[in-house]
């Protein structure tokens, strides 16, 4: 099936900071990208859907200003957390639908785990 | 998006049939079934994903009630690998996916 990487797998950072995530699909073109994140023993929530060419979309709750996307190419979606918090430290997960034929599989990258200082 | 219902938490033997349920009581006409797993610490991967009828793969089967009112995920043989958070997701389109609790399956030695 198709990939998805992240980079990097594991960061920490001292509170203050930025922090960019990068998110490629190696064997397929993505226009668009999802952003996810998860705490400690909950479930993944959606933050925002990233488009090639265009703005980021943003769910309800997430701050645009805080977490900067930007979908690069076909292949690179980046998030940046700006001036990282503890509350900040997450496992961060993006993911990229698949195309072709009536039915998008979703695949997920391998999560970046950051923790902030 | 319909809503699903799991139980938080299940154990199966290793070796044995892990049968997963899921309760979709609200999922309209051109929702499927769709069902990932998260292995402690990964990404989210796809197991199978289902509209009307049963279907069945390399990983899982997949069974769907006629009413499609609810479903459940079958591992044949489950493996100590297969220990993990089992996400039943019912959504028209897998571009927007609403993960849940989820079932954290279990497979014990």
């Known amino acids: 099936g198709a990939v998805v990487s992240q980079h990097p797998s594991r960061v920490i950072c001292k509170s203050g900071t930025s922090v960019k995530i990068e998110c490629r699909s190696l064997d397929f073109q993505a226009t668009t990208m999802f952003w996810y994140r998860q705490f400690p023993k909950q479930s993944l929530m959606l933050m925002a859907t990233?488009?090639?060419?265009?703005?980021?979309?943003?769910e309800q709750g997430v701050e645009k200003d805080k977490f900067l996307i930007n979908h690069a190419s076909l292949t690179l979606s980046t998030l940046t957390v700006t001036s990282a918090h503890p509350e900040d430290s997450s496992f961060y997960i993006c993911?990229?639908?698949?195309?072709?034929?009536?039915?998008?599989?979703?695949?997920f990258g391998p999560g970046t785990r950051l923790t902030v200082l | 998006d319909a809503k699903t219902t799991q139980p938080p938490s299940m154990d199966c033997a290793e070796g044995r049939a892990a049968n997963l349920p899921c309760n979709h009581s609200t999922i309209s006409g051109n929702e499927y079934v769709y069902w990932y797993r998260q292995i402690h610490s990964q990404g989210p991967q796809y197991i199978i994903h289902?509209?009307?009828n049963n279907e069945t793969n390399e990983m899982a089967s997949l069974i769907i009630t006629e009413d499609r009112k609810s479903s459940t995920l079958i591992l044949p043989h489950a493996t100590l690998r297969d220990t993990a958070v089992y996400y039943c997701?019912?959504?028209?389109?897998?571009?927007?996916?609403?993960f849940g609790s989820g079932t954290q399956l279990t497979v014990l030695p």
């Open positions: 289902g509209l009307k």
């Open positions: 997701i019912v959504s028209g389109s897998a571009r927007q996916l609403t």
């Open positions: 990233s488009n090639e060419g265009s703005k980021a979309t943003y």
């Open positions: 993911s990229a639908p698949s195309s072709g034929g009536s039915y998008n599989e979703q695949f």
